[in-house]
């Protein structure tokens, strides 16, 4: 990078920190303060932090790797600003009345205190090995592609990156908490926008325009159905990508992930009121609406440019095109001075709120789920305290990954939407007849929750075997059948429908829950003040704004169906 690469990159530290320095002189004298910013966010901050914390390394390394090597499949994942708008339309009024800090607490008070161990349990395992672990891993190996630096002071470079960007990220979210993840979030959004934005245009200059990507991707076939890399809508005998798959598979993931992950939710949550928290999921999905055009757009680019080139991305010891690189590639290859400046910058937001807003959503569900539920007399200011060395905890078992992850990263990180198909489900049933059925009872949703979790862990299991001591081709056993080589997307549809079967049919074995108990928290349980509280909240100009974002949904559908 060039000097002023480098000025860049300091005007926008110097910018953070002087956003952690005011936050840090907030009081946060209890949990709503620290986990929640004191319940006094608006829409901007909402609606920026929903976005900024979903863009991380599976944007940066993932989502354009995936368009350098399947062109547009993985985009069902990205045009999912309509699951944001479920969240803000049906979900955040029965939150609201909650008055819950994490979905675990949720669950207990829909259904039981099991309920709520098994999410959290479930939830800090995963944010540990999964979204933590590949975080870090993808932010030392992006570093270390851009700055094109091997090694520093006799260390890998990917050492200093990787320990570098966790330690940082972590000392603003222990003095900070939530409010530095959310205001932080309206500093990097627009940066990460910007600068992801010069590689799109830049990259098509290079290319020739979009007409050229177009033609150059729609020329190579990823199956022999006669799909190409511009469908979005492969063939049902697609191995990967079957269409019916691939649009219930990614609307599972997507309710999860969106309308009931703490991950997301929890922004959601610091929310001043109703209308600020739904306000904050439209503009959120405005924003979902660009990852595509911004991260899996320009990977079809550089493998065009690879194409038409002839060498573009650098190449695996396979001699096959390094997909995974393609976006750092681009950066290193395509950016004037200053400018590559302005886009480690948006790499440093993107990895920084991702990994931010983990460690304080991780941080709250231990010190919310259990050391508050063990010692709920515990002083206010001391939750804060242990929600800070909770968050140290995390920081060290990241980093303690980091070895793991390097030696199994590429394999990791082809599993990681695979574990995310298999934790989704479970979930998703737990919480989606959770609010519209009131007979679901305590013991249905708790055993909704274990199916899922056995199911899941059985199909990681089997995932893990067969893939190192091989699996029969033409077909072995049924266990083989139906937890290895069935389609992962279909599979994760059918495990939604198992996960609400046996939620229905415990349900009505078992008694049926207090109607007080759930009062608010299920369609057809409020009260006449908090449906009028509700329906204060939103206007027409919310409902149009909702109507924008699923036309451009549907318009995206119809253009590269």
Known sequence: MAVLDWIVVGIFAL???????WVMKQKQ??????????????????GASIFASNIGSEHLIGLAGSGAASGMAMAHWEIQGWMILLLGWVFVPFYSRSMVITMPQFLEKRYNPASRTILSVISLISYVLTKVAVTVYAGGLVFQQVFGIESLWGIDFFWIAAIGLVVITALYTIFGGMKSVLYTSVLQTPILLLGSLIILVLGLKELGG???MMAICSEVKVNEYGDSMVNLIRDNRDAQYPWLGALIGSAVIGFWYWCTDQFIV?????????????????FGAYLKLLPVFLFLIPG??????HQQLGSFLPLTPEGLPNSDAAFPT???????????GLIVCGILAALMSSLASLFNSSAALFTIDFYQRFKPNTDPKKLVKIGQAATVVIVILGILWIPVMRSVGDVLYLYLQDVQSVLAPGIAAAFLLGVTWKKATAKGGMWGLIAGLVIGITRLGAKVYYSNIGATPDGGSWFQWLFYD??????CGWMLVFCLAVIFVVSMFTPA???????????????????????????????????IILGITAAFYWYFW
Do not use: C
């Not at 910018?15 to 320095?21: C, D, E, Q, T």
């Not at 079809?300 to 440019?305: S, V």
């Not at 681009?330 to 590559?340: E, F, S």
């Open 15 to 21: 910018a953070l920190i002087g956003i952690i320095v």
């Open 29 to 46: 004298n209890n949990a709503d303060d620290y986990f929640l910013g004191g319940k006094d966010a608006t829409w901007i901050a909402i």
């Open 210 to 212: 979009w007409d050229q």
């Open 266 to 282: 929890q922004r959601v949550l610091s929310g001043r009121d109703e209308k600020q928290a739904r306000r904050g999921t439209i």
């Open 300 to 305: 079809m680019i550089a493998f065009a440019l």
């Open 330 to 340: 681009l950066v290193a290859k395509l950016l004037p001075a200053g400018v590559k």
């Open 486 to 491: 069935t389609n992962w997307l279909f599979f």
């Open 513 to 547: 829950p207090d109607p007080e108990k759930i009062k608010g928290l299920v369609f057809g349980t409020s009260t006449p003040e908090e449906r009028a509280v509700t329906r204060a909240s939103w206007d027409k100009w919310d409902v149009i704004h909702s109507i």
